[in-house]
């Protein structure tokens, strides 16, 4: 159910029409107070009693609206409504609730409104209704025309001459519509006919329940036409292609008015798809911050599934933050792109936008596929945080989580999740610690890409250098510019905090971002990384084949542990 101020929709698999539904309602009420609330309360309590009846029972299109004087010089006015379908008696039931429910939870209020499927209500110390309109709404029909001379002949002449004149109009009228149903019938088998294609599988993406039972509610993001797209990206050409990941290719895309796009393209060999898309769509439409990425639509036509997203031109962290070990140093200027200033804001922004996933946004989620290639940044380098196909809802008095699926990037998990399936916020912040000590020595967490490291995976050659107090050694030597040692040095140790084998002990996000910012706070001594055993890597790397690398005593249960992105259990 799409609601608006001036409209809403309805649909259901099941028949609604005539039943009085209040099964849920929608409360909202006006930050400002009244100044008499004893005498507000009374005449607003009047005069939603009589809208309520008027609504019900005098108003042929089930609508009242009207004002009561407050002072002299204060009114409220007031609106009541339910849908047209309803019997007189089934409206006023229906408004019997939002009205209690809004007298109760927005008393002294200077407005509030109630919405139940089938009626709602609403008050404010302001005009905000059309009065003139509204006075139209409530008037009842005008009288039928009076009857055409001659019409009221009586006596069996008179009847005989209508029969017949009837019986004219009748022919007159079923010969054009049955020529015209005869055409559309014609017109419907022939498009059937041309149509091989099988019908495009409906995806629901509202009224979403999450894992816990808690209702997310409809997703607002605007559907995009298939062809709009496919004009925008040049049908997906491959010169428009940006990438590719778990869920498929990233198109570059180029809108009439001039916008540019990025479009996420469901991989039709995708077994996660529809419940990733599901999952971006109904939960990063939700989420307001200049360190997530910002999704403005989606398209769901013919066997295609698009998200579409702001285009950031200069594209994922990663692309930039490993390019000494791509192109073996091959392209200078690019890599000098992250000056030591850069990292530092990456850092603290990352931090800024997990903090408000765990505890400042409206619904409490759970990442579980933070790293470098997930981390898009805009054209003043700041970063946001992408990808939330793999992301977990929590309910309010939940912290944590359990899954036998496993799902996400070896390298970036922590071990009670890649090992036990047990997520929770900490995994993020592990995560964030890995991401942390990447974009500060420019590698990835894998000991086995990179020449010069000994077979080490970055984790334990932090730790090393860390112990010997040489952590100058770590940091990519194309970001020196503008280097502050006192800000790498307290990240690093922000990172190998995050990065602790026992979860309990990793700070969350709210104290990694004050860590961050404030040099009086004193930090505590980290204990050695996850994976870290004798002083060799146990580290889970990039691919499956590094499950057996993990820590000697581990308990293995019976998960199953897949690639970078891997299929989810229904939920």
Same mark, same amino acid.
């Given at each position: 159910?799409?609601?608006?101020?001036?409209?809403?929709?309805?649909?259901?698999?099941?028949?609604?029409?005539?039943?009085?539904?209040?099964?849920?309602?929608?409360?909202?009420?006006?930050?400002?107070?009244?100044?008499?609330?004893?005498?507000?309360?009374?005449?607003?309590?009047?005069?939603?009693?009589?809208?309520?009846?008027?609504?019900?029972?005098?108003?042929?299109?089930?609508?009242?609206?009207?004002?009561?004087?407050?002072?002299?010089?204060?009114?409220?006015?007031?609106?009541?409504?339910?849908?047209?379908?309803?019997?007189?008696?089934?409206?006023?039931?229906?408004?019997?609730?939002?009205?209690?429910?809004?007298?109760?939870?927005?008393?002294?209020?200077?407005?509030?409104?109630?919405?139940?499927?089938?009626?709602?209500?609403?008050?404010?110390?302001?005009?905000?209704?059309?009065?003139?309109?509204?006075?139209?709404?409530?008037?009842?029909?005008?009288?039928?025309?009076?009857?055409?001379?001659?019409?009221?002949?009586?006596?069996?002449?008179?009847?005989?001459?209508?029969?017949?004149?009837?019986?004219?109009?009748?022919?007159?009228?079923?010969?054009?519509?049955?020529?015209?149903?005869?055409?559309?019938?014609?017109?419907?088998?022939?498009?059937?006919?041309?149509?091989?294609?099988?019908?495009?599988?409906?995806?629901?993406?509202?009224?979403?329940?999450?894992?816990?039972?808690?209702?997310?509610?409809?997703?607002?993001?605007?559907?995009?036409?298939?062809?709009?797209?496919?004009?925008?990206?040049?049908?997906?050409?491959?010169?428009?292609?940006?990438?590719?990941?778990?869920?498929?290719?990233?198109?570059?895309?180029?809108?009439?008015?001039?916008?540019?796009?990025?479009?996420?393209?469901?991989?039709?060999?995708?077994?996660?798809?529809?419940?990733?898309?599901?999952?971006?769509?109904?939960?990063?439409?939700?989420?307001?911050?200049?360190?997530?990425?910002?999704?403005?639509?989606?398209?769901?036509?013919?066997?295609?599934?698009?998200?579409?997203?702001?285009?950031?031109?200069?594209?994922?962290?990663?692309?930039?933050?490993?390019?000494?070990?791509?192109?073996?140093?091959?392209?200078?200027?690019?890599?000098?792109?992250?000056?030591?200033?850069?990292?530092?804001?990456?850092?603290?922004? $990352?931090?800024? &936008? %997990? *903090?408000?996933?765990? =505890? +400042?946004?409206? @619904?409490?989620?759970?990442?579980?596929?933070?790293?470098?290639?997930?981390?898009?940044?805009?054209?003043?380098?700041?970063?946001?945080?992408?990808?939330?196909?793999?992301?977990?809802?929590?309910?309010?008095?939940?912290?944590?989580?359990?899954?036998?699926?496993?799902?996400?990037?070896?390298?970036?998990?922590?071990?009670?999740?890649?090992?036990?399936?047990?997520?929770?916020?900490?995994?993020?912040?592990?995560?964030?610690?890995?991401?942390?000590?990447?974009?500060?020595?420019?590698?990835?967490?894998?000991?086995?890409?990179?020449?010069?490291?000994?077979?080490?995976?970055?984790?334990?050659?932090?730790?090393?250098?860390?112990?010997?107090?040489?952590?100058?050694?770590?940091?990519?030597?194309?970001?020196?510019?503008?280097?502050?040692?006192?800000?790498?040095?307290?990240? $690093?140790?922000? &990172? %190998? *905090?995050?990065?602790? =084998? +026992?979860?309990? @002990?990793?700070?969350?996000?709210?104290?990694?971002?004050?860590?961050?910012?404030?040099?009086?706070?004193?930090?505590?001594?980290?204990?050695?990384?996850?994976?870290?055993?004798?002083?060799?890597?146990?580290?889970?790397?990039?691919?499956?084949?590094?499950?057996?690398?993990?820590?000697?005593?581990?308990?293995?249960?019976?998960?199953?542990?897949?690639?970078?992105?891997?299929?989810?259990?229904?939920?």
């Amino acid at each position: 159910m799409l609601i608006y101020d001036n409209c809403l929709l309805r649909y259901s698999n099941s028949s609604f029409f005539g039943a009085a539904d209040t099964s849920s309602m929608l409360g909202l009420c006006n930050t400002g107070n009244v100044t008499q609330p004893e005498l507000f309360r009374t005449q607003l309590g009047a005069l939603m009693s009589n809208l309520t009846r008027r609504a019900a029972y005098s108003s042929p299109r089930m609508f009242a609206a009207g004002a009561a004087d407050i002072t002299s010089i204060t009114k409220v006015y007031g609106m009541a409504q339910c849908t047209r379908d309803l019997a007189g008696d089934d409206c006023n039931r229906c408004l019997a609730g939002p009205v209690s429910s809004i007298l109760t939870a927005c008393d002294g209020k200077q407005g509030g409104q109630s919405i139940a499927r089938s009626c709602s209500i609403r008050y404010e110390v302001n005009l905000f209704y059309n009065a003139q309109a509204a006075e139209a709404a409530m008037s009842p029909p005008p009288p039928p025309p009076p009857a055409v001379n001659g019409s009221d002949q009586s006596g069996p002449a008179g009847r005989a001459e209508n029969d017949d004149a009837t019986a004219k109009i009748a022919l007159f009228v079923s010969i054009p519509v049955a020529v015209v149903l005869l055409v559309l019938l014609t017109v419907a088998l022939y498009l059937c006919k041309r149509k091989n294609k099988k019908p495009h599988e409906h995806v629901q993406i509202s009224n979403y329940d999450s894992e816990d039972g808690t209702d997310m509610g409809s997703s607002e993001s605007l559907l995009y036409h298939l062809s709009t797209l496919r004009a925008a990206t040049d049908n997906f050409s491959e010169e428009n292609k940006l990438g590719e990941g778990g869920f498929g290719p990233v198109y570059k895309g180029v809108l009439r008015d001039g916008q540019e796009i990025a479009v996420k393209r469901l991989s039709k060999t995708s077994q996660q798809g529809l419940v990733e898309m599901r999952n971006e769509v109904v939960l990063v439409a939700k989420l307001q911050h200049k360190n997530l990425v910002r999704l403005l639509g989606c398209c769901i036509q013919e066997e295609e599934m698009l998200l579409v997203y702001e285009f950031l031109p200069n594209r994922s962290l990663d692309k930039i933050l490993f390019v000494r070990w791509i192109c073996t140093c091959s392209d200078p200027a690019r890599r000098q792109e992250l000056t030591w200033g850069h990292r530092f804001r990456i850092i603290q922004g $990352i931090g800024r &936008g %997990l *903090l408000y996933l765990h =505890e +400042d946004s409206r @619904l409490t989620i759970i990442h579980r596929d933070l790293k470098a290639s997930n981390i898009l940044l805009d054209p003043d380098m700041n970063p946001k945080i992408s990808d939330f196909g793999l992301a977990k809802l929590f309910s309010v008095d939940a912290s944590v989580g359990n899954t036998s699926h496993i799902a996400g990037t070896y390298g970036y998990m922590a071990p009670e999740y890649a090992l036990h399936g047990i997520f929770s916020a900490k995994s993020d912040v592990y995560s964030y610690g890995v991401l942390v000590l990447e974009i500060i020595a420019g590698r990835r967490n894998n000991f086995a890409q990179y020449p010069g490291t000994n077979g080490e995976d970055l984790l334990t050659t932090v730790w090393r250098h860390w112990n010997r107090g040489s952590v100058s050694g770590l940091l990519d030597g194309c970001s020196a510019d503008g280097l502050q040692p006192t800000e790498m040095l307290r990240c $690093i140790h922000v &990172g %190998l *905090l995050c990065v602790q =084998e +026992d979860a309990h @002990l990793r700070p969350g996000m709210a104290a990694v971002v004050v860590m961050l910012n404030s040099r009086s706070i004193t930090l505590p001594v980290p204990t050695p990384p996850a994976y870290v055993v004798s002083g060799r890597a146990g580290a889970l790397g990039m691919s499956t084949t590094r499950e057996a690398q993990a820590p000697a005593g581990a308990v293995r249960g019976p998960y199953v542990n897949d690639a970078s992105v891997s299929d989810l259990e229904p939920r």
